[in-house]
Nanobody, 120 residues
Framework: VQLQASGGGLVQVGGSLRLSCAASGSISTIAAMRWYRQTPGKQRELVATITAGGTTNYGDSVKGRFTVSRENAKNTVYLRMNILKPEDTAVYYC???????????????WGQGTQVTVSS
């Protein structure tokens, strides 16, 4: 199972970006999918979570600006980021709880990270 994140880049303050993360491989089902972010010298921060049923939860710093969504048929999670601020600059990682085909439990998988830079 692999998670491939994409969509990062350089954007000006107030702009928008949409990140995508697609899971591929021998997958039976995916439970929660999440986005985290990390800046140098800081702990990884949970940005947003979406369950298989579509229930969402957000970190306080992004509420009202970011929207997480998913397409279960494509095993893909998205993060729409609006009104971006310089403090949103970070490497963004996707994460998913995956039950592999033939597996006996959920496993925790991570994408490779995609850089988001917000310039002022």
């Amino acid at each position: 199972v692999q998670l491939q994140a994409s969509g990062g880049g350089l954007v000006q303050v107030g702009g928008s970006l949409r990140l995508s993360c697609a899971a591929s491989g021998s997958i039976s089902t995916i439970a929660a999918m999440r986005w985290y972010r990390q800046t140098p010298g800081k702990q990884r921060e949970l940005v947003a979570t979406i369950t298989a049923g579509g229930t969402t939860n957000y970190g306080d710093s992004v509420k009202g600006r970011f929207t997480v969504s998913r397409e279960n048929a494509k095993n893909t999670v998205y993060l729409r980021m609006n009104i971006l601020k310089p403090e949103d600059t970070a490497v963004y990682y996707c994460n998913a709880d995956v039950w592999p085909l033939g597996g006996r439990r959920f496993y925790d998988y991570w994408g490779q990270g995609t850089q988001v830079t917000v310039s002022s």
